[in-house]
């Protein structure tokens, strides 16, 4: 059981290219989340799913986009990045209902922005 | 506007002592709470959790207070060992914000033999 998969576990891009962060869960999870973590700071919430085809925003969306075809699959877009998109991003699911079993966390991708 | 905060961003103690991480948080809407530990170049991973209708909850060597009329959290951890060494982050959800996940900006914990 592999859990939550990220890829690539690290990358450097240049300034106004763009990549896709990849996440897949096999636990058949509805819900999924995208965050990101900066030095010293608390993980900040980009992006998340509740089910396929449904998407909505976070606290920090800009210069993101997600999209849910699949349940298993939430890739992270970003268009034009620039330096302060440099950070770890950790993809994140969970079943369903409250969160008294916690989500389960991939190992995170982090990415230089130069 | 920070609504779930650690104040401490280190603590440092003796194998076989207890550990006490503190978290305070300003959203009185916030019904559940959680403690995720993280090691390096890892995801986070989590401990344990605690609904707002109950002020204790126990797991091993994990236990997580709650506090609600002072809005604080603590996690105890006893006794201490030097695997316990991580970064720890509270977090926090309300059921009307679709139960996402609020989190503070992390405790590192480290364990002395």
């Known amino acids: 059981n592999a859990g939550v998969t990220q890829t690539p576990k690290f990358r450097i891009l240049k300034i106004g290219q763009s990549m896709t962060l990849q996440c897949t869960q096999d636990?058949?999870?509805?819900?999924m989340y995208w965050y990101r973590q900066d030095p010293g700071m608390g993980l900040k919430l980009i992006y998340y799913?509740?089910?396929?085809?449904?998407?909505d925003k976070g606290e920090v969306p800009n210069g993101y986009n997600v999209s849910r075809s699949t349940t298993e699959d939430f890739p992270l877009r970003l268009e034009l990045a620039a330096p302060s998109q440099t950070s770890v991003y950790f993809c994140?699911?969970?079943?369903?209902?409250?969160?008294?079993?916690?989500?389960?966390f991939g190992s995170g991708t982090r990415l230089t922005v130069v | 506007d920070q609504q779930v905060k650690q104040n401490s961003p280190s603590l440092s103690v003796q194998e076989g002592r207890i550990s006490i991480l503190n978290c305070d948080y300003t959203n009185s809407m916030f019904d559940y709470f959680l403690w995720y530990k993280k090691y390096p170049a890892e995801g986070p991973t989590f401990l344990i959790s605690?609904?707002?209708?109950?002020d204790k909850n126990e797991d091993g060597r994990f236990t997580v207070f709650l506090n609600k009329s002072a809005k604080h959290l603590s996690l105890h951890i006893v006794p201490s060992q030097p695997g316990d060494s991580a970064v720890y982050f509270c977090a926090a959800s309300e059921e009307t914000s679709g139960s996402r996940l609020t989190f503070g900006e992390g405790t590192q914990l480290t364990v002395n033999p």
């Open positions: 799913s509740v089910g396929a085809g449904i998407t």
């Open positions: 605690i609904s707002s209708i109950k």
């Open positions: 994140a699911s969970r079943k369903g209902g409250r969160e008294k079993y916690g989500y389960t």
């Open positions: 636990m058949n999870h509805n819900y």
